[in-house]
């Protein structure tokens, strides 16, 4: 089955839906296709919340911020709305062309220098995703890993694409081996990329660092906070470890 992919982008005035004037613009899209529809709001490229269209209510990405500014899940939901009605038309006029399928691009780089034995966060990013839908999975030494990760919601580019980045808490050592592989229609077999440490960050990795992380900084604050509280666990679980020792 070719699922027939006509997406819609739509730009939002925030003066229209927020009362708080730091918010830039909204984005929200509709596709016939799960993830069915995301509606967020975004600073400069930083997702400040988005509305879970399952439970129907709004996620802050930075922790705090809903004391100093709020939002209707409604608005989304009315919007996502519209934008599946808009869908429809625009199927039906597009004689059901099916959008192509962009190969998205992947890379892995690690958030803070190393040092051996302290919690560190592995930030996977993958730039020009279409259509938004993917799968991202972590890998340490072939083993699929089940928790300890975030991950940001599609953050909307300029072109029309997507971006997404995804967590990982962990502690670095000599031996581990990490992967973030990334599954899209637009690749013909997963894009793999891996990380594991090298003695000194080799150049490209730096650059890809910076690269990725533009723009990226506020928004992620969030989500690193949730990955700090996983690492806290994990060095109360190696101070543990230590004591028992
Ligand atoms: C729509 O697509 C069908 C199948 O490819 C084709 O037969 C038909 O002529 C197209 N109609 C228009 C209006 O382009
Ligand atoms: C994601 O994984 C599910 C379950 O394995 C699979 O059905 C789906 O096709 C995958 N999606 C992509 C974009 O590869």
């Known amino acids: 089955?070719?699922?027939?992919?006509?997406?819609?982008?739509?730009?939002?005035?925030?003066?229209?839906?927020?009362?708080?004037?730091?918010?830039?613009?909204?984005?929200?899209?509709?596709?016939?296709?799960?993830?069915?529809?995301?509606?967020?709001?975004?600073?400069?490229?930083?997702e400040m919340f988005h509305v879970d269209l399952e439970s129907k209510s709004v996620v802050w990405t930075l922790p705090g911020l809903e004391k100093y500014a709020s939002f209707d899940p409604q608005g989304g939901l009315q919007d996502i709305n519209i934008a599946k009605y808009n869908l429809d038309i625009r199927i039906k006029r597009s004689n059901r062309t099916v959008a192509p399928n962009i190969p998205p691009l992947v890379s892995v780089y690690i958030s803070n220098p190393v040092v051996l034995g302290?919690?560190?966060?592995?930030?996977?990013?993958?730039?020009?995703?279409?259509?938004?839908?993917?799968?991202?999975?972590?890998?340490?030494?072939?083993?699929?890993?089940?928790?300890?990760?975030?991950?940001?919601?599609?953050?909307?580019?300029?072109d029309g694409t997507f971006r997404k980045l995804?967590?990982?808490?962990?502690?670095?050592?000599?031996?581990?081996?990490?992967?973030?592989?990334?599954e899209h229609w637009g690749l013909e077999k997963p894009t793999k990329r891996i990380w594991k440490h090298e003695g000194s960050t080799p150049i490209s990795e730096a650059y890809q660092n910076v690269i990725c992380a533009l723009g990226l900084a506020v928004g992620i604050i969030g989500i690193i906070a949730g990955v700090m509280l996983i690492i806290k666990g994990m060095k109360q679980s190696t101070a543990q470890g230590r004591n028992q020792r």
């Open 1 to 46: 089955m070719v699922p027939v992919c006509a997406l819609l982008v739509l730009l939002l005035k925030a003066s229209e839906a927020v009362t708080v004037d730091y918010f830039d613009y909204g984005a929200d899209y509709y596709q016939t296709y799960g993830p069915s529809g995301q509606y967020l709001f975004d600073y400069n490229g930083n």
């Open 118 to 158: 302290e919690p560190n966060i592995l930030i996977c990013c993958t730039k020009n995703i279409f259509p938004p839908v993917m799968n991202t999975t972590w890998i340490k030494n072939g083993e699929i890993i089940r928790e300890g990760f975030k991950e940001t919601s599609y953050l909307p580019a300029q």
């Open 166 to 182: 995804h967590y990982l808490a962990f502690i670095p050592n000599d031996h581990d081996i990490y992967t973030c592989e990334v």
